[in-house]
Each structure stands twice: as structure tokens, then as C-alpha cells.
């Protein structure tokens, strides 16, 4: 049995470790900005129930997979594949998965820079007191008027790329490891300030309805954002499993699951750790946070007559009306933006890891010269994402099928969450079950065969994942 490679970037030093740096890439801007905003978008409830299925159903047994495939093959995701391919008698064209990884990683640290660079400008906003006393216009035209000026966001964007540049060229396992060890723990605190805040707005129960009261009408029929829905000629709603794809790529997103980050971490984990347990705190964990930020933001939106489907402006048209209303706010809000931004690094770092290991691995390259070359062509790709906001708001570059009315920003975003995201978790389930032995597995996620828990993890990888991913997708496609 082949078993025991070491990876040549280095190890975690404990399991906690690997837990902390997992969750650190799990935890971000999916958390705290892109979930409440597009729950906003997609009518609450019902939306909310099919993402934590999909965390329970499918994100957990793909990031056990995940996880077990990196620490098998220890290496970056391109190369594990390459070699697990081989080693299972399958082909090394495997290596394709790693590569549609590389590059869905590529293409969302594009834009995930310059949103990170947004929670910059606004640590500067909110500690110098702009929004004291503020009232709900004041907070939407200043964030209005910031997108609109691309030399901001360009110059923010640049500040983010640079920060993560500067840790992937000194190793993961290095400082990261320390820093999330009190960021987290603070974030969460936080979040739980913000709630008790949003407890006194005197809408806290229309927020929660608004989350977990189920109606599936806006899940399964064509909407505008907002609920209004579209109908044929006949005046009929039109069915569509879009919003169930939404969910399903967010459920992908949040988890940092389909495209390599957590294969590569899981590369530097040392053996014998149990990679169920470690999946399932972390999944909850990451959940948790995005429970807590709806909880937070949904009260002040309904309690300001806000617009819950304001798209990605979302939490910085809410928050600061109510770090600018409450005791303590200045210092709550730049504190609340610093551990945002802070979230965000620890997960930016693991879209560019699979990259830069495999410079490092096949190109000889220093870990420094292959995360500039791979930092100055993202932040160069995330100037499409800069315009998006401002000279391009009316550009749509693929008017077609499902990227329709999208700017850049829009279809970075759809591609790679909805689309490379789910197909690459697809492969990894597939190749998972279907390609590597079950005594490969099994001895890798340290189970016996006949354990129960080694057996849902099977079936759920085997077939629940497959078809629910190919399901939706059929659909998209117009199939069903
Ligand atoms: N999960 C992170 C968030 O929610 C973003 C992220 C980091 C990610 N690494 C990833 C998303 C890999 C997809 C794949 O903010």
C-alpha cells in the first residue's frame, strides 16, 4: 500500500491547526457578505433551508473527500490528482480537476480582492465617526458614492492583494496559524454583539422570520430580485431550480470546497487525525457565523425599510446605520471591519495556495517570485471587477443564457460559485467512491469498512452528492 508521503511545503503542527487554517479559509466574506445578500435576493427562508441541506448533505461528505484525497496524495491539488489517478489505475488526466480548481481559485480571489478591499476602506470610514448618528440615506449614498470611484476600489484592491501576497509567500503554516487562533474567537464575539444590537431595532422577529420561514414559491419560480415574479404569456409562474443552484454553489463557496483550497491544507495535516470530526466542526462553525451575521443585518434592513434585495452593497448600507446608532459604536464598527478584513486574508490565502504550490512543485519557483506572478495577474484581472461597480455598471459581457443583464463582477461571480465550484465537487465525489478503493478510503479517513459512519459517508459521496449536483445542472441546461 502506498502511504506516508511528506509534502514538501510543510505540516501543520497539530490538528487544531489544520482546524483553525480550514476554518479560517472557510469563514470570509462568503460568510458575512455574499450570504445575507444573496438570501436578500432570494426571498429568505426557503433558500436558507435548501443551503443548510446542502452543507449537511453534500458539503460535509465532499470536504471529508476533499481533505482525505489531499492527505493521500500530499501534494498540490494538480499534482495529487495526477498521482492518485495513476495509483488507483485510473488515468492522469485526473490532473484536469486540479487544473479547473487553479484556475475557479484564480478567478474569485479576482474579485474577492476588491470586495476584501471595500472592508478596508470601511475600517477607515467607521473609525474616523462618518457614520455617527447617521440615518439610512446618508449610509446608501456614501457607499453609493465609494463604488463609483474606480481609483478607491483600485487602490484598496491593491492594499488586499498585497497583504495576501505577502503571507503565501512566506507559507501558510507560518503566521496565519497564530493569527486565527484570536481572530476568530474575536469575529464571533463580535457577531454576537451585533445581534444583541439588532434585538433592540424592534424587528428582530421579522429578521428571523424572514430567514427560516420557508416559502417556496421563491425558490422554485423564476423572480426579479426583490420577489416579483416573472410569467409566461399565459400569465403562469415559471418553474426553475436557479435558486436551488444558488444555494447548492454557496453551500460550495462558504465551505471553500470544490476546487482544491481545502485539498491542499488537508495536505499538510499529519496523519492520524480523524478528518470527519475535523469536517464537522468546521462546517458548523462556518455555519454558525453565517447564521449570526442574517440575525444581525435582516432586523436593521426590515426595521430601516431597507431593500433586503440591495445586492452586494448589502452589509455596508446596514451595518453602519447601526454601529452609527449605537454606544460604542465607532470603536464595535472598526473593530467589526478590521476582523472582517482579517476573515477575508485567511481565506483569499487558500484560493491562491493550489497555484503556488504547483509553481513551486513543477517549476522550481521560489514560494516569493510564484506568488507575485500569481498576485499581479489576479489584481489584474480584478480590475474587471473594479469597473464592474462604476464605468461597466451597464456592461454586460455575455448576454446570454444564464449570465443575462450580469456585469463582469456578476458572471465571475456565477461561474465559478455556481458552475466550476459544484463540477468540480462533482469530480471529487466521483473520484472519491467511484475511482479510488474503498480500502484507500477508508484506511485514509481512518474508518473501518463496516463502520456506519464510513458508510453514510460512502452513500452520500456516492450518490447523493452525484445527483443532486447533476439534478440541478440538468436543469440549467434545460434538460428537465
Ligand atoms: N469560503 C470563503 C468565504 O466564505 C471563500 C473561499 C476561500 C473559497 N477559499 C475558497 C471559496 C475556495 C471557494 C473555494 O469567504
Avoid at 464571533?188 to 428582530?204: K, P, Q, R, S
Avoid at 462556518?286 to 431593500?307: R, S
Avoid at 478590521?338 to 476573515?343: D, E, G, R, S, T
Wanted: with cysteine; proline share 4%; charged share 10%.
Amino acid at each position: 500500500m502506498v502511504r506516508k508521503r511528506t509534502s514538501i511545503h510543510g505540516e501543520w503542527t497539530s490538528r487544531w491547526a489544520f482546524i483553525l487554517a480550514a476554518t479560517g479559509s472557510a469563514v470570509g466574506l462568503g460568510n458575512i457578505w455574499k450570504f445575507p445578500y444573496i438570501t436578500g435576493e432570494n426571498g429568505g427562508g426557503a433558500f436558507v433551508l435548501v443551503y443548510l441541506i446542502c452543507i449537511a448533505l453534500i458539503g460535509i461528505p465532499i470536504m471529508m473527500a476533499e481533505v482525505m484525497i489531499g492527505r493521500r496524495g500530499r501534494q498540490s491539488p494538480v499534482n495529487t490528482m495526477y498521482t492518485l489517478g495513476i495509483e488507483s489505475g485510473s488515468t492522469p488526466h485526473w490532473k484536469w480537476l486540479g487544473w479547473l480548481g487553479v484556475v475557479a481559485g484564480f478567478l474569485i480571489l479576482s474579485y474577492y480582492s476588491v470586495i476584501a478591499g471595500w472592508a478596508l476602506d470601511y475600517i477607515f470610514k467607521m473609525a474616523s465617526g462618518t457614520f455617527t448618528g447617521a440615518n439610512a440615506d446618508f449610509v446608501s449614498s456614501t457607499f453609493g458614492s465609494f463604488v463609483k470611484s474606480p481609483l478607491s476600489l483600485i487602490f484598496w484592491h491593491s492594499v488586499f492583494m498585497l497583504m495576501t501576497m505577502f503571507v503565501v509567500a512566506r507559507g501558510v503554516n507560518g503566521g496565519l496559524e497564530k493569527a486565527v487562533r484570536f481572530l476568530m474567537p474575536g469575529l464571533f464575539i463580535l457577531l454576537i454583539i451585533m445581534v444583541g444590537y439588532a434585538v433592540t431595532t424592534g424587528e428582530f422577529m421579522r429578521g428571523l422570520q424572514f430567514l427560516f420561514e420557508p416559502n417556496f414559491d421563491n425558490l422554485l419560480y423564476k423572480h426579479e430580485a426583490g420577489g416579483k415574479f416573472i410569467l409566461t404569456d399565459q400569465g403562469e409562474k415559471i418553474f426553475t431550480l436557479e435558486y436551488v443552484l444558488i444555494a447548492m454553489g454557496h453551500a460550495f463557496f462558504t465551505l471553500s470546497l470544490g476546487m482544491g483550497a481545502i485539498m491542499i491544507y488537508g495536505s499538510y495535516l499529519p496523519n492520524k487525525t480523524s478528518i470527519a470530526k475535523t469536517s464537522i466542526i468546521i462546517a458548523a462553525a462556518d455555519t454558525l457565523v453565517a447564521l449570526l451575521a442574517g440575525m444581525a443585518i435582516f432586523p436593521i434592513v426590515f426595521a430601516n425599510q431597507l431593500d433586503p434585495s440591495a445586492g452586494p452593497g448589502l452589509i455596508f448600507s446596514t451595518l453602519p446605520l447601526a454601529f452609527g446608532n449605537m454606544p460604542g459604536g465607532t470603536l464595535f464598527g472598526t473593530l467589526f471591519f478590521i476582523l472582517l478584513v482579517f476573515a477575508a486574508w485567511s481565506s483569499s490565502i487558500s484560493l491562491i495556495e493550489p497555484a503556488v504550490a504547483w509553481l513551486v512543485e513543477n517549476k522550481g519557483m521560489k514560494r516569493l517570485k510564484a506568488s507575485v506572478l500569481m498576485g499581479v495577474a489576479c489584481w489584474l484581472v480584478g480590475m474587471l471587477t473594479v469597473l464592474s461597480f462604476n464605468v461597466w455598471e451597464k456592461v454586460y459581457p455575455f448576454n446570454f443564457w444564464v449570465f443575462k443583464n450580469k456585469t463582469f463582477f456578476d458572471v465571475l461571480d456565477y461561474l465559478t460559485a455556481n458552475i466550476m465550484l459544484p463540477l468540480g465537487g462533482l469530480l471529487i465525489a466521483i473520484f472519491s467512491v467511484w475511482i479510488m478503493s474503498t480500502d484507500s478510503s477508508s484506511d485514509e479517513l481512518e474508518m473501518k469498512q463496516s463502520a456506519l459512519s464510513f458508510n453514510i459517508w460512502y452513500f452520500m459521496t456516492r450518490y447523493i452528492t452525484p445527483i443532486a449536483v447533476i439534478f440541478v445542472f440538468a436543469n440549467l441546461l434545460g434538460f428537465i
